[in-house]
């Protein structure tokens, strides 16, 4: 069945350094989006990709989706304290079900 | 944006038990509703598919006899844990998608913490 890989599983960073996040699907996806979860919540949803190629910007989050439409990643540009949380990519692919990959937690240290 | 509700937001049972969890779409319809499950530190994984007026569809793995799920209208799904056991504490979290700007968000519920004792 479709699986969709994330790595890294966990990244510690000084703020203001950059995070990123990589995604991987083992088959073509229709779309893929990103969510948000922050310690004892639930996942906030952030962006959808849908396009081959496609590159979309919110403020210092930059998310890419690949040509195949198979990877997509997830770029922070000057980390905040207050985007520590944990990030997942969710796919979709001929099914209406999101297949949600293993998430990449972010630490921010002050 | 849309509102899911979930209710309880945490329950402890004794092992046995069983415990129904409620999945409330506030301020739009959804005929159809996920319940994922989620262990500390991992990812969501995808239990079922509530679907309004029929059958839920089960993912390969979860027992449709352990796991009922009802979706008794357009804003209401359940999910009932049947004579639950220690190895089902988790947390269960429901979401419900609703095409906003172009893009068919999933709002997610705020989860609701299960502990079987």
């Known amino acids: 069945g479709q699986q969709v890989m994330q790595i890294p599983q966990y990244q510690h960073v000084q703020e203001g350094e950059d995070f990123t996040t990589y995604c991987n699907s083992s088959t073509t996806l229709s779309n893929i989006q990103w969510y948000k979860q922050r310690p004892g919540g639930h996942p906030v949803f952030l962006i959808q990709l849908v396009k081959s190629g496609e590159v979309k910007k919110q403020k210092r989050l930059t998310f890419q989706f690949g040509e195949a439409k198979k990877n997509s990643s997830l770029h922070i540009t000057a980390t905040q304290t207050t985007d520590v949380g944990t990030y997942f990519c969710a796919g979709r692919g001929s099914s209406y079900k999101l297949i949600f990959g293993s998430g990449t937690r972010l630490l921010v240290r002050p | 944006g849309a509102v899911v509700s979930q209710h309880p937001s945490w329950v402890i049972c004794k092992s046995g038990t069983s415990v129904k969890i409620e999945c409330r779409s506030l301020d739009f319809q959804a005929t159809t509703m996920f319940w994922y499950r989620q262990f500390p530190k991992q990812s969501l994984m995808l239990m079922a598919t509530?679907?309004?007026?029929?059958?839920?569809?089960?993912e390969q793995g979860v027992e449709k006899d352990k796991f009922l799920i009802n979706h008794a209208s357009l804003t209401l799904s359940t999910l009932t844990v049947t004579s639950a056991h220690p190895e089902d504490s988790s947390f269960y979290i429901c979401?419900?998608?609703?095409?906003?700007?172009?893009?068919?968000?999933?709002?997610f519920g705020p989860g609701t913490r299960l502990t079987v004792l």
């Open positions: 509530s679907n309004e007026g029929s059958k839920a569809t089960y």
């Open positions: 979401s419900a998608p609703r095409r906003l700007a172009g893009d068919n968000e999933q709002f």
